[in-house]
């Protein structure tokens, strides 16, 4: 658009076109960053917001067609003029829906004052002080709006994420307590096996090289097999049950 300007005036409806482009990639913007949000506090803020910046869209337009010299008696100037009313109309109307208030209905009237002046016999005069007024009062509302809309969004996103940021916080410290929980068991068991395998491997050492040998040198020096009785056996009998059965 600067390299257009610099080699001449672009045709009005030409700048119209790129300026819309432009207020549309700002609000295609938007609604992509805030299409992954499905917040109940949060999305309400960006389908206000984007319609505004669809409203104040449409009034751009119209404000540099208006701006034409040849605007009154140009049918294509006058004609996109009233499509870009009734697309603000539109907006606006979608707007009030999503929040009654009174700028939007003072908004939707001077939408309908100016689309009733572009659509006025050619040769008429159009561009009034009451048209040229209306269009700074709307575009001013637009712009107040946007700037509210922008910042409650901004801090209601911020506030949301803190949010979550601190229940994603107590959820991790949840984890790690429970992990924890389960390595402070494994260790005890862990440690009560270890000592229960410490005296299994002390007693089988003890069978090994004091008792076995010991009864087998009873056995070779001819004594008998002492008799099994009830209950648990003496210690030093443990083994030789073993050697009765060859």
């Not at 992509?32 to 009034?59: E, F, K, N, Y």
């Not at 751009?60 to 067609?65: K, V």
């Not at 016999?121 to 269009?135: A, F, I, N, R």
Request: glycine share 6%; net charge neutral; charged share 20%.
């Amino acid at each position: 658009v600067r390299d257009e300007i610099a080699a001449g005036a672009p045709p009005s409806v030409l700048l119209a076109q790129r300026a819309d482009s432009v207020a549309s990639d700002v609000t295609s913007a938007v609604t992509t960053s805030m299409g992954a949000v499905d917040d109940l506090d949060v999305r309400p803020i960006a389908d206000r917001l984007t319609t505004v910046l669809a409203a104040q869209r449409a009034l751009t337009t119209q404000q540099i067609l208006v701006a034409a010299p040849d605007f009154a008696n140009s049918v294509e100037l006058r004609t996109g003029a009233a499509e870009s009313a009734g697309a603000e109309a539109a907006a606006i109307d979608r707007l009030i829906r999503l929040t009654p208030e009174a700028d939007a209905v003072t908004l939707r009237g001077q939408s309908d004052a100016r689309r009733a002046a572009y659509v006025r016999p050619l040769g008429e005069p159009v561009v009034t002080p009451e048209l040229t007024s209306s269009m700074e009062s709307s575009a001013n509302r637009y712009r107040v709006l946007a700037k509210e809309l922008a910042t409650d969004l901004q801090s209601t996103v911020q506030s949301q994420a803190i949010a979550l940021r601190a229940a994603a916080l107590r959820d991790t410290a949840i984890i790690l307590g429970a992990v924890l929980a389960a390595l402070a068991f494994a260790l005890g068991v862990g440690r009560s096996l270890i000592r229960s395998i410490g005296r299994l491997r002390r007693g089988a050492l003890q069978v090994a090289r004091v008792q076995l040998p010991r009864e087998i040198e009873q056995l070779s020096k001819g004594a008998g097999v002492p008799e099994i009785g009830p209950g648990s056996p003496p210690e030093s009998q443990t083994i030789c049950p073993l050697f009765s059965q060859r």
